[in-house]
């Protein structure tokens, strides 16, 4: 087929060690002028690679070339990689340690991709309704008419824990569980934030229930569940889930001005966020959805179709995935990403299989304008149209996560 990408030819393992140990204090919030661009197919001629390769230089330069970017980025085609740049270091006070493809970063609200799409593979294998009621998984829920719908497309209108946990005191010594958050919900009962169903409001605790409903369902951990289910028939070798015990080992994140955070009462929660990935292992994650094994087209389409149009406009929400459906029929598939100082961004155009991965762990929120790469591969309108969703509609107080 015409414009077909040809897979990329691999680095080999020298190759690439000595790549890593060129990076320098140097490097720090200058991403390299040359990115990596993959060979294209014999039917793409010569002033189409170039297209790519001047774009995509362009496109991270402008964003990312004096701007103090720290962390990593993928672009890619038919499940090529077409362009890939790890810059900076997994700590960028220390500089002891470059990122490589195997430094796993805190995905934020990206992880929301993985527990809609495990709800929706157990929704797929008959072990549970997306229209059952909550009370179905939680005794006596206190918010009647909730479904495990409403909780995927963010319409259920339940309080957000990220809000209402510090609103009612809660003692910032103790951390929160998800069971805690669930319990929270019976012993406060705190108002909804509008009549269950009746429009889109991002919440965490949505998700966060989903992941016990996963727990309740499978007999299983979250964790345990999507190691069996995702991590290891995909070869994500490098993605987990977060625990306590994994503190000292993951990737920590700052703040613009270097500021490190610690282990804070919230960042134990899970479903909402704490998936840990590489750019690498997330094009695993994206391809995973083109070739039928694991999700069927009809679980796929619910995953993608819009579910919130109250509000005239291009965004959406579907299950588990924000959308931009352009005017002319295009569609974005995406989440953000947005817990202290991580950054993160997963876009995929089902149509032309392209997808844009950029991932840091100190906050930078350019980060935000890969959408604009999307016009490098269709018409979607998007370079001429800065990304700049405000933060206030895609975070919490909290610094939450997107």
């Known amino acids: 087929m015409k414009n077909r990408f040809i897979q990329i030819l691999v680095l080999s393992a020298g190759l690439y060690s000595c790549h890593q140990k060129n990076h320098t204090a140097e490097n720090i919030g200058k991403p390299k002028q040359s990115v ?34 720290n962390g990593a980025y993928l672009v890619a085609k038919d499940g090529a990689i077409i362009a890939e740049e ?18 796993a970063f805190h995905l934020a609200s990206v992880s929301k991709t993985f527990t809609g799409m495990a709800i929706l593979k ?24 909730t479904t495990v719908k409403m909780l995927l497309s963010h319409r259920s209108g339940l309080p957000n824990y990220t809000n209402f946990l510090e609103a009612y005191k809660w003692d910032k010594k ?24 009746k429009r889109f409001t991002y919440c965490n605790t949505n998700y966060a229930l989903l992941a016990l409903i996963i727990e ?10 999507m190691e069996e289910t995702f991590f290891k028939p995909l070869n994500m070798t490098d993605t987990y889930i977060f625990s306590q015990a994994d503190f ?22 899970y479903g909402d966020k704490n998936v840990y990935s590489t750019v690498r292992d997330l094009l695993k994650w994206d391809q995973a959805m083109y070739n039928g094994k ?68 100190k906050y930078n929120r350019n980060i935000y304008h890969a959408k604009q790469l999307c016009d490098l591969f269709g ?20 610094g939450g996560s997107q």
Do not use: C
Not at 86 to 103: I, W
Not at 185 to 197: I, K, R, V
Not at 345 to 357: L, S
């Open 379 to 398: 018409d979607y309108k998007q370079s001429h149209n800065l990304f700049q969703e405000s933060e206030s509609e895609n975070t919490m107080a909290t």
């Open 86 to 103: 790890y810059n900076g270091y997994r700590d960028p006070v220390l500089k002891t340690s470059a990122l490589g493809e195997h430094d």
């Open 294 to 361: 694991l999700f069927s087209e009809q679980t796929l389409q619910a995953a993608f179709s819009g579910y919130s149009y109250e509000k005239a406009g291009q965004r959406n929400y579907g299950l588990g995935w924000r959308l931009t459906e352009v005017d002319n029929g295009k569609k974005i598939v995406y989440h953000n990403g947005w817990w202290h100082g991580n950054n993160t961004v997963f876009i995929r155009m089902p149509e032309e299989k392209a997808t844009i991965i950029v991932l840091g762990n």
């Open 174 to 197: 103790k951390y929160v569980t998800n069971l805690d958050v669930l319990a929270a919900l019976y012993s406060y009962h705190p108002p909804l934030q509008f009549s269950t169903g």
């Open 248 to 269: 000292e080992r993951s990737m920590p994140s700052f703040e613009w001005n270097n500021r490190k955070y610690g282990l804070e009462f919230m960042d134990l929660v």
């Open 36 to 69: 990596l661009v993959s060979q294209v197919s014999a039917y793409a001629d010569k002033a189409t690679k170039e297209r790519y390769a001047s774009a995509i230089n362009s496109f991270f330069e402008k964003n990312f070339g004096s701007r103090g970017f």
């Open 216 to 225: 309740k369902v499978t007999g299983q951990s979250y964790h345990t569940y």
């Open 122 to 145: 157990l929704w797929q294998d008959g072990k549970l309704n997306l229209d059952d009621d909550l009370s179905v998984f939680f005794d006596k829920f206190p918010y009647p008419g």
